[in-house]
């Protein structure tokens, strides 16, 4: 079968990036996590104060996106790619709720997703990609053969999002994750640089009442169609 490009776009915490890198690792495709890209600006924002509670230096951070530099490696012991940033592996504070709650800003500055969404083109050029995040079939990959739109309900995205960040040790309310998940598909939805839509010939999946094991299978019949 020939190589094809998989873009996967969706609202937060529908579970696109595990679904994502399942998929990739079946077709023994390479995945990339653009949502980690925002999440790595961010960090890289709060770390240098840049954004925090009640302020966002937009234009100090677009002066300093040279300084910028992600990257992806491959852990064979976890059988994922972790994140880098300037050779610093920031994979696990990357996914913390106040990341999350600054993301949604960082992802609207049209600086930041110029210079994201060149990199995410290039990484695509040879196909054989599954790249998933809020604009992939709409504006990073239009031309891709298959595209997905993943979405469930607030209240299932938040459950699966408060129910992961438990695990990973962090103390906070069910409440707090509604909050953030409902505030971030506003934000998404309404910027005016590439805003979050499903792009017209992109195949929704309602996934509330779905496993990963079914969601995988549709998505590889999926892909072998198109390949």
């Known amino acids: 079968m020939s190589r094809i490009v998989i873009a996967i776009d969706g609202f937060s915490s529908t579970g696109k990036s595990t ?3 399942q998929l990739a690792k079946h077709l023994n495709y390479i995945y990339v996590d653009t ?3 925002y999440r790595a600006v961010t960090y890289f924002a709060m770390e240098n104060e840049l954004i925090g509670e009640g ?4 234009e100090k951070l677009i002066e300093r996106l040279d300084e910028i530099h992600i990257t992806f490696k491959f852990n064979e012991a976890l059988g994922f790619a972790e994140v880098y940033l ?3 592996n920031i994979e696990k504070p990357i996914r913390t709720l106040e990341v999350s709650k600054y993301v949604s800003p960082i992802a609207t500055i049209s600086e930041v997703r110029q210079k994201l969404v060149e990199q995410q083109q290039l990484m695509g ?3 054989g990609i599954v790249m998933d995040g809020r604009d992939i079939g709409t504006v990073v990959f239009p031309d891709a053969e298959l595209k997905i739109f993943m979405t469930a309900s607030a209240e299932t995205r938040a459950q699966r999002r408060y129910k992961e960040l438990l695990e ?3 103390n906070l309310s069910y409440d707090e994750v509604l909050e953030n998940v ?3 598909d506003r934000i998404d939805s309404t910027r ?7 792009a017209g010939d992109a195949i929704e999946i309602d996934n509330s009442d779905l496993t990963i094991e079914e969601q995988i299978k549709t998505l590889l019949e999926l892909a072998e169609s198109k390949a």
């Open 55 to 58: 302020f966002f230096h937009s």
């Open 19 to 21: 679904i994502a890198k």
């Open 168 to 170: 990973r040790g962090h």
């Open 35 to 37: 949502g980690a890209m």
């Open 182 to 184: 409902t505030t971030r």
């Open 125 to 127: 050029k040879d196909k």
């Open 192 to 198: 005016e640089d590439s805003p979050l839509v499903k």
């Open 86 to 88: 300037n050779n610093k």
